[in-house]
């Protein structure tokens, strides 16, 4: 009995081993085949002799009948960020949910193609990062995948689609970083992290122009210090002073050493990290009586869970990759010369609102709007390839309630999101209730951003 | 600078009394048993989460919650001495260390499957006192009020009651205590139980202060480690002592160096005093 199942054991062993070789081979051609997408891209004659090739895959599906597409992701339902991570699949769901409803993604063929979601949960944890999407793509059979939330985990999981050919839609994830390494096959749905903060600093010399000093104080995580490095620049080219800049790990509860290091007369104090550490941060700020014209931080702000921190919240602006009251149109579309794509603005809030009893956030819109990025691709290129998406992708320059979406195709930053811009937002205080509006850009503010008052 | 100095200083010697409480529980067990308590962190973050659920789901005031941290430590303390700790009490010091790690990550793990890793946060914010340039939070000078008070409690119970003789008596020596009719085994629990219900309240004290998860009592444990070895391992006072010293010492430390560096320059200090002193600043029990 012992042996049978040893042998068996073995054999599996053997076998694995065997996939594992064949797995690691695949992006040896793949290696080769990017380069050759791109004149592909030039001349679309050249595409042709590929087709059939690429077609024999969906063609014996369609016979079957009903066709789904994969799409994996991991989902950090646990963990630290949990309350990120759950409004981003909170989105997924309902994109998948209203496409499915509509019988799927139209194929070139006519076929329509159902979507299937196959996800785990990373436990906001890299390590398991790595581990479940290799396991999406070879045992789960995903076709294509999503980030999970955060730039480090998405980060972790880039390098596992590159390796076996998957297109990756990130979101969620902002750091530059990833988008450096080479990849042709990672797509940012996200502004990128240098372009997080910097508005903050224009609307500091607008707000009181005789501001000279910036304190920032930031997690010592990737995505925190791509936004702050890239936000210090920019502040010394303005001709601010950065009288404190330092970082915090990652599990800080306790601000008081930092708070204490601000020197008196700051002007703005900019930073953070993300949703636990943000808050915590600014309600020490605000129980420790800090005064400073402006305070900026990163991921809680735009959060409508940051108004439970109470007072601590008035005043404080934050960066937000999107915002219910975003002004992006069809007509807008139509006069930028782009193409419009998807819910209006108004239809997608309303149906968030409908099925979770919430207001979205931009990470719950940023969940739908990387799918969306998916399925416009899909239909464009009218198929399931990879190559075909990638195509589509590299070529996109559309609007959708989210905002622009346009991919730096060039080799330094192959991925990268070019299109898309940051909105920043402030907390109001109206008749004792906590109401954030958009302040800036002043093309997209609906109303004017205030100094914060003495605490 | 000299403002910068004062604040720093006024909130590490606040934060340092609940440090020093928390290193006590450890303390008054290594004292009277001369058991290395590895689940002296875990039993911190059930002071926390008690303090938390009462405040979230019965909405009462995690400073009267207290009282039933105390006793919810109190009884883990027991329940812990009893299942666990008695069976290895005479054994070497490995099987008790092995036996409270045991209990450790059973703690966690049940604290994982129910809780899940979510940091919590006690949303109850009392602002803070200014006096000229000075600022301190209330819910820290609360704490530390709190952690005196509960020092000030233990030292009266262990001087002044009967069953606090006991205690003493057992750990001065155990076999002397016993011809003298002190039932060891009941003072053994109690004083186990006593360190937990310090080490709860600790908890309790630090989750008004600041946000926590279950894994936030881990560092609370070292530095006990770190301050019971300060202050003399064994002896309550010098945990209270070395508490000071270790909350002075995270308010200093980075006002002329990053943050990251103040665990290097504790651990440095614990290791020093391991050498120089072994015995501590005031002398092992």
């Known amino acids: ?320 990759q999107w915002e219910p009251a975003a002004k992006y149109s069809a007509e807008a579309a139509k006069k930028e010369g782009m193409d419009w794509f998807g819910p209006s603005v108004q239809e997608f809030d309303d ?42 992708l590299d070529d996109m320059n559309m609007m959708t309630f989210f905002g622009v979406t346009k991919f730096d195709t060039g080799k330094d930053n192959h991925g990268l999101q070019a299109g898309h811009g940051m909105v920043y937002i402030q907390w109001f205080k109206e008749k004792g209730k906590f109401d954030k509006k958009i302040v800036w850009p002043p093309a997209a503010a609906a109303a004017n951003p205030f100094v914060c008052p003495a605490r | 600078m000299v403002h910068q100095l004062i604040n720093s200083l006024t909130d590490g010697f606040l934060l340092g009394f609940v440090y020093g409480l928390a290193a006590m529980g450890l303390s008054l067990i290594w004292g009277v048993m001369s058991v290395i308590n590895l689940a002296h962190g875990p039993v911190i973050t059930v002071g926390m989460l008690t303090t938390y659920l009462l405040f979230v789901h019965l909405g009462l005031n995690p400073y009267l919650a207290l009282v039933v941290v105390a006793g919810v430590g109190l009884v883990l303390g027991l329940v812990i001495y009893i299942t666990a700790v008695h069976r290895v009490i005479s054994a070497p010091h490995l099987s008790s260390l092995l036996a409270t790690f045991a209990v450790n990550m059973i703690i966690l793990g049940i604290f994982n499957a129910v809780f899940g890793g979510d940091q919590n946060n006690i949303d109850y914010s009392l602002g803070s006192l200014s006096i000229d340039f000075l600022n301190v939070t209330y819910s820290r000078l609360l704490a530390a009020l709190g952690a005196v008070a509960v020092t000030v409690f233990l030292y009266l119970y262990l001087y002044f009651t009967r069953t606090g003789k006991s205690i003493r008596a057992v750990a001065n020596n155990r076999e002397a205590a016993e011809l003298m009719g002190i039932p060891s085994t009941r003072v053994l629990a109690l004083s186990f139980g006593l360190g937990s219900l310090l080490a709860a309240v600790a908890g309790s004290l630090i989750s008004t202060i600041f946000p926590f998860t279950i894994f936030s009592g881990g560092p609370y444990e070292l530095k006990s480690f770190v301050i019971c070895v300060l202050g003399g391992l064994g002896n309550p006072l010098g945990a209270l002592l070395g508490g000071l010293i270790l909350g002075l010492m995270e308010g200093l430390i980075p006002i002329w160096m990053p943050t990251s560096w103040v665990p290097v320059v504790e651990f440095g200090l614990f290791v020093f005093v391991l050498v120089v002193k072994p015995t501590g600043l005031l002398g092992a029990k």
């Open chain 1, 1 to 320: 009995m012992r042996n049978w199942k040893g042998k068996i054991v073995l054999i599996l062993m053997a076998a694995g081993l065997v996939l594992l070789g064949c797995g690691q081979e695949a992006p040896k051609p793949q290696a080769k085949k990017a380069p050759a997408a791109k004149p592909a891209a030039e001349k679309p004659a050249a595409e042709k002799p590929k087709a059939p090739e690429a077609e024999a895959k969906p063609a014996p599906a369609a016979k079957a009948g009903e066709k789904t597409v994969i799409i994996g992701f991991t989902s950090s339902t646990t963990g630290k960020f949990k309350t990120e991570g759950g409004r981003q699949i909170n989105g997924l769901n309902l994109w998948m949910e209203q496409v499915n409803a509509k019988g799927g993604i139209k194929l070139a063929d006519g076929t329509m193609v159902k979507v299937a979601f196959k996800d785990y949960d990373d436990e906001s944890n890299k390590d398991r990062v790595q581990e479940l999407y290799t396991r999406l793509i070879n045992n789960d059979k995903a076709d294509f995948l999503i980030s999970p939330y955060s730039s480090g985990l998405a980060d972790a999981s880039a390098v596992i689609a590159q390796q076996y050919n998957k297109i990756m839609i990130t979101t969620g994830a902002a750091s530059d970083s990833t988008y450096k390494k080479g990849y042709t096959l990672i797509y940012q749905a996200y502004t990128p992290a240098s372009r997080y903060l910097t508005g903050a600093v224009d609307m500091l010399a607008k707000l009181a122009p005789k501001s000279k000093k910036i304190a920032i104080i930031y997690e010592k995580a990737k995505f925190s210090q791509d936004v702050v490095n890239a936000l210090k620049a920019y502040a010394t080219s303005k001709g601010f002073n950065v009288v404190l800049f330092e970082g915090y790990d990652k599990d800080t509860t306790d601000f008081a050493a930092f708070i204490n290091k601000i020197p008196p007369k700051t002007d703005a104090v900019m930073g953070g990290g993300h949703f636990a550490d943000t808050s915590t941060l600014s309600k020490q700020l605000y129980e420790k009586k800090v005064n400073a014209k402006l305070f900026a931080f990163l991921v809680a702000p735009p959060e409508p869970k940051f108004a439970e921190i109470g007072e601590a919240c008035f005043a404080i602006v934050g960066p937000s």
């Open chain 1, 351 to 392: 149906s968030y609102k409908t099925k979770y009893g919430e207001d979205p956030s931009y990470h719950s819109a940023g969940g739908y709007a990387a799918a969306l990025i998916l399925q416009a691709a899909i239909e464009k290129a009218g198929s399931i390839d990879t190559d075909k998406v990638k195509k589509a």
